[in-house]
């Protein structure tokens, strides 16, 4: 397989699943990528792992200057977990820095809760898409029709439901990214 010759951001902050952002993070380094954790603020940011804290991970932009380079980043990885996503979707700089990647038709990747942010970002209307059952009435509402599948694709969008998905979910979010920009993903 040729080496993933991308940029990636993955945006998170505090409370973020643990796997479904480690996880993506070393595969893609491992395909070749370059990967950037993006947050809304410098520093550290500590994962949720079985119940409690788990890791900090190191923020390598906050959102920005993420936005400030928004042009670098090839794809964007969305993880989940009850808190992150909960905390982006309410910021402004987080939404907008969403938005641009489905304005450029770059591929999105969310898993687990993450989907939460795109509900705030309107992008969901008319899309086919999966996530945490617990948010799926959320993902309805917001006008995409919801699937209980391990991995769902539409026009460069890639979602699944929880860490055991994780497997598939890599593995297609990769594929997208190197398929490159989609015309179908403008729907901001």
């Known amino acids: 397989m040729p080496t993933l010759n991308a940029t990636i951001a993955i945006l998170s902050t505090n409370g973020f699943e643990q796997s479904e952002l480690v996880e993506p993070l070393n595969k893609l380094k491992e395909a070749g990528a370059t990967v950037h954790v993006v947050s809304p603020e410098s520093g550290s940011i500590r994962g949720w792992k079985d119940g409690d804290w788990g890791d900090s991970i190191d923020v390598d932009r906050t959102i920005d200057e993420a936005q400030a380079h928004a042009d670098e980043y090839d794809a964007l990885i969305l993880p989940g977990g009850v808190i992150n996503p909960d905390q982006l979707r309410m910021r402004e700089d987080a939404t907008t820095f969403v938005r641009e990647f489905f304005k450029a038709g770059k591929p999105v990747s969310a898993i687990c809760h993450g989907p939460q942010i795109l509900i705030d970002c309107g992008v969901l209307e008319g899309r086919e898409v999966t996530s945490y059952p617990s948010i799926k009435n959320d993902i309805k509402n917001a006008g ?45």
Do not use: M, N, Y
């Open 144 to 188: 995409a029709r919801w699937v209980d599948k391990e991995v769902v694709c539409d026009e460069g969008l890639t979602t699944s439901r929880t860490p055991d998905d994780l497997p598939a979910f890599i593995d297609k979010t990769i594929e997208e990214i190197r398929e490159g920009a989609h015309a179908g993903q403008k729907t901001a």
